[in-house]
Nanobody
């Protein structure tokens, strides 16, 4: 089965930093495009950052310059380094994978369960 497990969330003060991790199994991780989303009650799920198989990264305007996405293919792990955190960054952060299955047509995707990030004094 495909499994994505996030970790690293928690409570941090404004201006602080966190590094989130997403460990992936059940797919060829190096061939998967990966994303971080965040979800706040009452708001639509927001795409935070994406990274391609060749490590090209893109970011939402709201986090540009403060957030960095990376991947370690040897560890099957996706990361989100978050710096200069603001209260509005408070959300459940979810990792997302887009991948192919052997001998099957088309692309598939899967989600982790999420990790809570709270930015507050």
């Amino acid at each position: 089965q495909v499994q994505l497990v996030e970790s690293g969330g928690g409570l941090v003060q404004p201006g602080g930093s966190l590094r989130l991790s997403c460990t992936v199994s059940g797919i060829t991780f190096s061939a998967a495009a990966m994303d971080w989303y965040r979800q706040t009650p009452g708001k639509q799920r927001e795409l935070v950052a994406t990274i391609t198989t060749d490590r090209t990264a893109n970011y939402a305007d709201s986090v540009q310059g403060r957030v960095y996405i990376s991947r370690d293919n040897a560890k099957n792990t996706l990361y989100l380094q978050m710096n200069s955190l603001k209260p509005e960054d408070t959300a459940v952060y979810l990792c997302h994978a887009v991948f192919k299955r052997p001998f099957l047509l088309g692309k598939y995707d899967d989600w982790g369960q999420g990790t809570q990030v709270t930015v507050s004094e």
